[in-house]
Each structure stands twice: as structure tokens, then as C-alpha cells.
T-cell receptor
Framework: QQPVQSPQAVILREGEDAVINCSSSKALYSVHWYRQKHGEAPVFLMILLKGGEQKGHEKISASFNEKKQQSSLYLTASQLSYSGTYFC?????????????????FGGGTRVLVKP | DAGVIQSPRHEVTEMGQEVTLRCKPISGHNSLFWYRQTMMRGLELLIY????????DSGMPEDRFSAKMPNASFSTLKIQPSEPRDSAVYFC???????????????FGPGTRLTVL
């Protein structure tokens, strides 16, 4: 089952903040966030693992609530380069210990447009 | 590293023809994924391999689709016969995975835009 992302689209002025949410009906092991610009491939932003560990590369933060099976991506002081479609990819938890083994299911995406 | 390489970048074919998409993963990566992206269905996982072995092909739409990974540096996705509804962008992605846990990011190739007339 595909995770649900909200909102579907958001328009920001440069410097404004936004939050993108990702919800799953299944117990999650990890959540991945990717950004895709028009006509290009998705590019990795961040991984959030159960237990709170995060791995990311940019000035974009995120949270992962395992109990609620939700993740949120925070775009703070947005820049023009933040424009694109953001996807969450979820990895479900098969048992208390074992993950699904690499398989990600992507949400429908959130289109972000940052205007000057 | 050149990143994930896909070919062709664009393919236009007629309904009923065979289509073969190719992917070269990043050297050293041991997991390879084939995705399909359309406006209606979004980004769908078709199949993925770990150490050249198909692990999950539940996303393959039907028997017309097949994928192979004969070695660690090459994979193909074949559609035979092709239909107009197969028109989409097909992405290949690779990652390094230890102990079947996706702690690491997937690197996507540039994609193949397939149009079936």
C-alpha cells in the first residue's frame, strides 16, 4: 500500500517554511525522502530509521514518528532551489527486528514551488 | 563514478514490438531496482535484485514484462509485446545494502522515456 503524502502541492515565497507529511498504514522500518526536478531523476535527501537515527546531506530536516507511522519533512527558509516534487519512500517492518529488505514504496509526491 | 547508466534515453516504438531497456549500476552496489513513473500511478517499483538475484517481482505488471541481471554490472527490462499503456519513464536505481537493510540511499539513473504508439 502506497504511503499518503500531504499536501499534494504547496507554493512558497523564498524564505518561507513548509512541512510535508507522509503517512503509512503499515509499521515502518525506515523512511526515505527524495526530490525530483522536472525532467530529471529523483535525488536522495534523507533517511530516517527506527530509533531516531537520521542520515541526510542538505539543510532540510525531517522527523519520524514510529508509533504513528508518520514522517514529516521540514523546508525551512526555503530557497528557489527547493522547488521540485518531494517523494517519501517507506520500508515496512516485517517483524519486530526484520525489515522488508530494501524495498521502498513511494508516495504520490508533493509538488513544491518556491517563488522569488 | 559515472553514476547509474541507462540506455536508451528515449524510445519510441509501435504497439506489439519488443522493447529492451538497459541499466548499468554503480560499481560496488549490490542492489538494483527497476521503477516505472507515470502521472496516474506515480513512481512504482517493478522488481529489485540483490546480489544479482531477483528478490521481489510483485510489481511487474504482467507476463509481458521480464527482467534479468546476468552479472553485477548489467540488467535489462524487457517488454514483449509492448502496448500503449506501457508508455512511461522507466528508472533504474542502485544501492549498496548490507544485511538486507536499506540504510543507504538509492541512486537513480536518468531514466528511459518510452512511448508506445
Amino acid at each position: 500500500q502506497q504511503p499518503v503524502q500531504s499536501p499534494q502541492a504547496v507554493i512558497l515565497r523564498e524564505g518561507e517554511d513548509a512541512v510535508i507529511n507522509c503517512s503509512s498504514s503499515k509499521a515502518l522500518y525506515s523512511v526515505h525522502w527524495y526530490r525530483q526536478k522536472h525532467g530529471e531523476a529523483p535525488v536522495f535527501l534523507m533517511i530516517l530509521l527506527k530509533g531516531g537515527e537520521q542520515k541526510g546531506h542538505e539543510k532540510i530536516s525531517a522527523s519520524f514518528n514510529e508509533k504513528k507511522q508518520q514522517s514529516s519533512l521540514y523546508l525551512t527558509a526555503s530557497q528557489l532551489s527547493y522547488s521540485g516534487t518531494y517523494f517519501c519512500g517507506t520500508e515496512v517492518r516485517l517483524t519486530m527486528i526484520k525489515a522488508a529488505g530494501n524495498k521502498l514504496t513511494f508516495g504520490g509526491g508533493t509538488r513544491v514551488l518556491v517563488k522569488p | 563514478d559515472a553514476g547509474v547508466i541507462q540506455s536508451p534515453r528515449h524510445e519510441v516504438t509501435e504497439m506489439g514490438q519488443e522493447v529492451t531497456l538497459r541499466c548499468k549500476p554503480i560499481s560496488g552496489h549490490n542492489s538494483l531496482f527497476w521503477y516505472r513513473q507515470t502521472m496516474m500511478r506515480g513512481l512504482e517499483l517493478l522488481i529489485y535484485f540483490n546480489n544479482n538475484v531477483p528478490i521481489d517481482d510483485s510489481g511487474m505488471p504482467e507476463d509481458r514484462f521480464s527482467a534479468k541481471m546476468p552479472n553485477a554490472s548489467f540488467s535489462t527490462l524487457k517488454i514483449q509485446p509492448s502496448e500503449p499503456r506501457d508508455s512511461a519513464v522507466y528508472f533504474c536505481a542502485s544501492s549498496f545494502t548490507a544485511d538486507r537493510r536499506s540504510y543507504n540511499e538509492q541512486f537513480f539513473g536518468p531514466g528511459t522515456r518510452l512511448t508506445v504508439l
